[in-house]
């Protein structure tokens, strides 16, 4: 119970994404023509646009990030390897929409099937993946399912891989397309297929060339997935990095495509102009004393990876007051709360993050106290 009473806290104060969690106003932003759309920071999750975000609609092939998620999440735990060859089935090689025309029995490997996903958005090999990693693709939307309850996706539910199918069940928020988008770009190598330009396969016989041109419009972009069906307009899970700082914006609903690019670009240059990434910390933290402990000290540390998302307004009078208590009583855990770490910035605070123990520290047993004890009487260093 101790160890759940402070992890809580905890999750709430490191700015972890969740459904409408840390939502910034968007009435300073910029015009936004699309009905629905979300901008977020990838380091902390932290949402500072929104528009629409949490209302369901039909997501058309932007479907696919979460496709490519459960792809990159077996291939990352070693249940799917990118050189594995896939045969694609008479089911696969029957979807229509957008293709790369397989043929019943062609074999192909999973990062050439990843590719084609990313890049044209091949409804044909995102089928024939799920089939690979799942046996039917009826089991690979259970998995997509169960995978956004684990996301808290409230505002989701899936019906196929592709989005090429729309029957009213088949839906998705920005804000949720947005947590998915943030859970595929944590696996960097997704960026080798999400940015790339243009390609081929079969042995160069049949070109690719990406839907996504904001690759090319936007400087730093990395992907990551356009859509359009007439039952969802146009759509993009937009991803742009410049300096180690990260944005995604998501647009449902546009009238066009390049209605689509223009909201997505401004949002993630909005986000740029007035947001930037900052160390946490500007000097190493001290080891905490503990009373009674089998270990003297322990470690202190900042939770959550260190770097805070800031207006850049505020960054250049930023202050950093650190709160620890001189000691703490044993027993000490792991992930324990043990102080505080305020930003400010001139009568601003800007946010409270919790110092937390990185190791633990057992408290002495009776036997152990009076040993010390007695070592201390006859000054033996303990």
């Not at 996903?117 to 799942?134: G, K, P, Q, T």
Request: glycine residues 10%; proline residues 4%.
């Amino acid at each position: 119970m101790k160890r759940l009473l402070t992890i809580i806290p905890l999750l709430l104060m490191l700015c972890r994404l969740a459904p409408g969690a840390l939502a910034a106003s968007s009435e300073a932003g910029p015009e936004i023509a699309a009905p629905s759309a979300v901008l977020i920071e990838k380091e902390t999750g932290r949402v500072l646009y929104e528009k629409g975000a949490d209302e369901p609609r039909a997501p058309a092939s932007v479907t696919k990030v979460m496709t490519l998620l459960l792809a990159a999440e077996a291939v990352d735990s070693g249940a799917l390897s990118l050189d594995e060859t896939v045969t694609a089935s008479s089911r696969a090689a029957g979807m229509g929409g957008s293709q790369v025309w397989l043929e019943q029995g062609e074999e192909m490997s999973v990062a050439e099937l990843i590719k084609c996903v990313a890049v044209v958005s091949a409804n044909d090999c995102a089928v024939a993946l799920a089939e690979h990693i799942a046996g039917s693709e009826a089991a690979f939307v259970e998995r997509m399912n169960a995978r956004a309850r684990e996301l808290g996706l409230a505002n989701t539910h899936f019906t196929n891989c592709t989005g090429l199918f729309d029957d009213g069940g088949h839906y998705t928020s920005a804000l949720d397309l947005a947590v998915m988008s943030r859970e595929l770009l944590g696996h960097e190598w997704i960026k080798e297929y999400t940015t790339i330009w243009t390609d081929s396969i079969r042995g160069g016989e049949f070109g690719l060339a990406n839907t996504n041109k904001l690759l090319r419009s936007l400087p730093g972009c990395t992907g990551l997935k356009t859509g359009w069906t007439n039952a969802a307009g146009y759509c993009v899970a937009a991803s742009c990095e410049r300096e180690g700082t990260e944005y995604i914006a998501v647009v449902m609903g546009a009238e066009s495509s390049e209605s689509r690019n223009a909201d997505a670009a401004a949002l993630i240059e909005y986000g740029f102009a007035n947001w930037a990434l900052c160390p946490a910390l500007d000097s190493a933290l001290p080891r905490l004393r503990v009373e009674l402990g089998e270990a003297d000290t322990v470690q202190t540390e900042l939770a959550g990876g260190g770097m805070v998302l800031l207006e850049r307004g505020d960054i250049q009078a930023l202050e950093r007051r650190v709160e620890l208590p001189e000691s703490v009583p044993a027993p000490v855990e792991e992930g324990d709360k043990l102080g505080t770490l305020t930003l400010t910035s001139g009568d601003k605070t800007l946010a409270q993050l919790p110092l937390t123990a990185s190791e633990s520290a057992a408290r002495l047993s009776a036997g152990g106290i009076l040993l010390r004890m007695l070592l201390g009487l006859v000054n033996v260093p303990v």
